[in-house]
């Protein structure tokens, strides 16, 4: 099994920056694709980011590419989500993920079967 537990969060303001992160558990974690979405509220959860097991391939929505990096650090179960240039549209409740194929990078959060509780980050204009 894997949990997933989001921190880092917080409320800032644009412009300024935030990294989460997410701790895994599991024993085969540092082959998983690794997964970051997003909720606001009324909206549908939308894909963020994702990266393969190696680090080097990282994938983006058009949204955040260029503001936001993706990473993992595989010997500490952790993936992490670095934020710049943060805008009041970057307000929702961000989760981490894995594939219910955990070797499967998806795009879309039904292709996905783990999730963490997610962290809130709101930012004020």
């Known amino acids: 099994q894997v949990q997933l537990v989001e921190s880092g969060g917080g409320l800032v303001q644009a412009g300024d920056s935030l990294r989460l992160t997410c701790t895994a558990s599991?024993?085969?974690?540092?082959?998983?694709?690794m997964g970051w979405f997003r909720q606001a509220p009324g909206k549908e959860r939308e894909f963020v980011a994702a990266?393969?097991?190696?680090?080097?391939?990282?994938h983006y929505a058009d949204s955040v590419r260029g503001r936001f990096t993706i990473s993992r650090d595989n010997a500490n179960n952790k993936v992490y989500l670095q934020m710049k240039s943060l805008r009041p549209e970057d307000t929702a409740v961000y989760y981490c993920a894995v594939p219910a194929i955990p070797y499967d990078l998806r795009f879309d959060p039904e292709g996905y079967g783990y999730w963490g509780q997610g962290t809130q980050v709101t930012v004020s204009s």
């Open positions: 599991g024993r085969t974690f540092s082959s998983y694709v």
């Open positions: 990266i393969r097991w190696n680090g080097y391939t990282t």
